[in-house]
């Protein structure tokens, strides 16, 4: 049997496998749903995925890189060849739920998983499972990342839900950051001369950050909140918190916003008297696809009858820790199509998409590409080495851009 047989016989017996593990990935995934756990409480979220991973027969390590709700699921194939990464996310978001639809993408990827595993015997390298916790502003890839659980992965892929199908969509670096100012309480009628207002403070700062707006690139982006505000209307508040997020199209520039969004509160603090205290949570890279990895998978989602958008250059992003993966393996993000367009991610109407029929069916979608993919770098050699000359490529341009930074 000739490689281009091969490859489509087993691609025909793992889609086999998927339909008719259908009602169980389904399953899975509206109890996922129905149990949300926010960042690094994922604990019977992640439970149950390594049990299914286990009941399959795969190795299960649970606890990876001393994240509690982390883990990572090996099966091995006939002999030598790459290690495929297929993550998993099942974090949901405090009070919405699910409204990313991460149930979606846990459960997908199960499904590519467990179809991979009845193939897998016919097949060189390796496929790993890496349960990521934490996508939602806690960073789990990037500690990941740092913690070297990705050095031994020659290429990674996840799908996310959306209201458009797209393969090669990138994301905005960011990095969440955290303000606290400390002043001094006075009575704000009787004796307000003798208080330092912490609160001013952080109002003056979302005025400097305004300001600053005019003098950023189109790609940045500043959004924050107050998270703390004081506790009574007559009483100068000694104690006051803000939270932003600070984005842009690389993660040089948006380092360089966020210096400037802390020069901000410097000053808010300075000009009020209050004390500046300052954090951030790990950042995230912007993402880069990896375009032979994409095409790939675009042909294996238009062979099944999915109908691709390309992203548009007036399109808004988020972000995603995925980029942190996508600057040391090779990597693709794609979306799929579970609700209408006018419908974004965050909200009631997209966590109710992601236990719909569509969602259901975007679902299986996201786990026939992601294993009909795995399939073709496991069996094709030539396509891992496009792939990975590629990012080489790509990994010398980002060096090039960061010495011509500081040059």
Known sequence: MDLVTHTLDLKHRALA????????????????HANPEVAFQEFKSSALLCDELERAGFAVTRGIADLPTAFRAEAYGNGAGPTIALLAEYDALPEL?????????????????LALKQVLAELPGRVVVIGTPAEEGGGGKVILVERGIFNDVDAAMIVHPSNRNMVARGSLASTRL?????GKAAHAAAAPEEGINALEAVILTFNNVNALRLHLRPDARVHGIITHG???????????????SVRAATQGYAQDVLRRVIQC??????????????????????????LTL????????????????D??????????????????VPAIHPYIKITTEGIGGHTPEFRDAAISPLGHEGMILAAKGMAMTTIDLLSDPDLMSRVK??????????????LGRFE
């Open 17 to 32: 496998f998927i339909d008719a593990q259908r009602d169980h990935l389904i399953h899975i995934s509206t109890t996922l």
């Open 178 to 182: 955290f303000l606290e100012f400390s």
């Open 389 to 402: 000359a590629e990012f080489t490529e790509n990994v010398l341009k980002q060096k090039v851009e960061r």
């Open 230 to 244: 004081g506790t009574a209307a007559n009483i100068i508040p000694d104690y006051a918190a803000a939270q932003f």
């Open 97 to 113: 739920g699910h409204a990313c639809g991460h149930n979606i993408m846990a459960a997908s990827t199960l499904g590519a998983a």
């Open 265 to 290: 509160a410097q000053a808010g603090a300075a000009a009020t008297g209050a004390i500046l205290k300052y954090s951030t949570k790990p950042s995230y890279a912007e993402l880069i696809p990896n």
């Open 294 to 309: 994409a095409r790939a998978f675009a042909d294996n989602w238009r062979a099944l009858g999915v109908d691709i958008t």
């Open 311 to 328: 992203p548009r250059p007036t399109d808004r992003m988020g972000s995603t820790d995925m980029g942190n993966v996508s600057h040391v």
